[in-house]
């Protein structure tokens, strides 16, 4: 059974960079359809849900527009994890931020399964 | 403020049916884009309902239902259960963005 759990320090100061990792079990992050992707989500405290970004497969990446050119997305096939780097944080990027699997099927995308996620405070 | 527009909160008695609306426009759920649901208890990881706005994965109960119509979907849970109180948010695509979610359901289970 696929499992994902995300993994980073609980706390960034501003205009620092904000480094997550998830560790991908139960299957390997190579296997699977070339429609799978691996993407990253957050949650803003007392807010909804927010789409960061994905990658595919083939190693093509997608980005929330809102966070295009802070945000950067990787998948590390040796050690079956994935990462989101997101420069220059400010508060605003206070989240408990989650990790998924995607699927993609005629223009649509959906996900399962999700890690727990993980908090990320940011404050100086 | 989220494209895809959900109520705040519902709210219901055990054995009661409740429903969840999620509205979006021409541009998302109008545009044929499927709409998708999940299911938040706190500290959890977010739990896939509904997929292709009517498919319910392997292992969710059948008190809950999903519908698409127009430009709009809902979620249905009859047969209300504490364990049911949770947050739900619907998700879709549109031409502008790949991923867009509701604002989130508040589901208190009186």
């Known amino acids: 059974q696929l499992q994902l759990q995300e993994s980073g320090p609980g706390l960034v100061k501003p205009s620092q960079t904000l480094s997550l990792t998830c560790a991908v079990s139960g299957a390997s992050i190579s296997s699977g359809f070339s429609s799978h992707s691996w993407s990253w989500f957050r949650q803003p405290p007392g807010k909804g849900l927010e789409w960061i970004a994905y990658i595919y497969q083939s190693g093509d990446t997608y980005y929330n527009p809102s966070l295009r050119g802070r945000v950067a997305i990787s998948v590390d096939r040796s050690t079956n994890q994935f990462s989101l780097k997101l420069t220059s944080v400010t508060a605003a990027d206070t989240a408990v931020y989650y990790c998924a699997r995607g699927y993609y099927e005629t223009n649509n995308k959906w996900f399962d399964p999700w890690g727990r996620g993980t908090l990320v405070t940011v404050s100086s | ?110």
Do not use: M
Not at chain 2, 5 to 31: F, K
Not at chain 2, 82 to 100: I, K, M, T, W
């Open chain 2, 1 to 110: 403020q989220s494209v895809l527009t959900q109520p705040p909160s519902v709210s219901g008695a055990p054995g009661q049916r409740v429903t969840i609306s999620c509205t979006g426009n021409s541009s998302n759920i109008g545009a044929g884009y499927d709409v998708h649901w999940y299911q938040v208890l706190p500290g959890a990881a977010p739990k896939l309902l509904f997929y292709g706005n009517t498919n319910r994965p392997s292992g969710v109960p059948d008190r809950f239902s999903a519908s698409k119509s127009g430009t709009s979907a809902s979620l249905a849970i009859s047969g209300l259960q504490p364990e049911d109180e949770a947050d739900y948010y619907c998700q879709s695509s549109s031409r502008g963005l790949s991923v867009l979610f509701g604002g989130g359901t508040k589901l208190t289970v009186l």
